[in-house]
């Protein structure tokens, strides 16, 4: 098993992304630390791992507070021996519409949980990994970040600083042996989507339209992004700092 005993965190981690994520590195043998806002769901999750013979426990975590983040990672130190790798996964969008109309407070929340959730979760996660003589540190993006479409803007902005941040830190962070990746996520049928246009479903001719942008002709799934994040924060990628990997089916290119 390429994680085993290795403790991890998840943020963000009782549904879409996360979720996946979390349940992934349960089944590679981490012991995972599921944080979230959502308890009922956080506790499916971890369920979810431990039905399958993993080991993991739940935290709820406001990713914007920082006493939240604190609590989070001295939990993980506390329940769990230590933290190897963290993952910024936590992030929401908001309705989509021109930005002159985007109420300010939605902008605020936007930033506090997608790009203030990243630096809180990384300036209490280092100071523990250094002491350990090393981890990993991959956050959530997504391909608005570097090819962003109208609507959206705000969000994609909290996720380009996202980007520059994994980048500038990977640098920082380098010679404690920490490494610091991204990947930025196409359109899924996940929770940021289903916010942009304000529906709990896309119809067929929704989610056609959004399939007929990316070359690959669908849409994202969470095991996509599961399987990416857990290859760069695994051994084979242990030359790779910095990278923001995009997880698009080609829609960057395209």
């Known amino acids: 098993m390429r994680f085993h005993d290795r403790v991890v965190i998840v943020t963000g981690a009782a549904s879409g992304f ?15 630390l599921v944080a ?40 993980a130190v506390s329940e769990l021996g230590g933290l190897d790798v963290l993952v910024n996964n936590a992030g929401l969008s908001h309705p989509m519409m021109p930005l002159w109309d985007l109420p300010e407070e939605d902008y605020d929340r936007v930033f506090s949980i997608n790009t203030k959730g990243v630096f809180l979760g ?3 996660a280092i100071p523990v990994m250094r002491e350990r003589g ?13 090819s962003p479409r109208p609507g959206v803007t705000p969000y994609n902005a909290s996720k380009g600083a996202v980007v520059t941040m994994t980048r500038g830190l990977a640098v920082e962070v380098a ?10 996520p196409v359109a899924s049928e996940t929770g940021f989507i289903k916010t942009a246009i304000g529906l709990d479903n896309l119809t067929d001719d929704m989610r ?11 849409l994202a799934v969470p095991t996509d992004v599961a399987n990416a994040v857990l290859f760069l924060a695994s051994d084979a990628a242990s030359f790779l700092t910095g ?3 995009d997880v698009d089916g080609g829609r960057s290119i395209s």
């Open 18 to 32: 996360g979720a996946a994520i979390a349940k992934q590195f349960g089944a590679e043998g981490a012991k995972v």
């Open 36 to 75: 979230d806002v959502a308890e009922a769901k956080g506790a499916e999750v971890v369920s979810a791992i431990a039905g399958a013979g993993g080991q993991a426990l739940f935290v709820r975590v406001d990713v914007s507070k920082a006493a939240d983040v604190k609590a989070m990672v001295d939990t």
């Open 122 to 124: 990384c300036k209490y």
């Open 134 to 146: 090393g981890g990993v540190i991959v956050n959530t993006a997504s391909i608005g970040a570097v």
């Open 175 to 184: 010679p404690l042996k920490i490494r610091v990746n991204a990947v930025n």
């Open 208 to 218: 056609s339209a959004l399939a007929s942008t990316i070359p690959l002709g669908r």
């Open 243 to 245: 990278v923001c990997l």
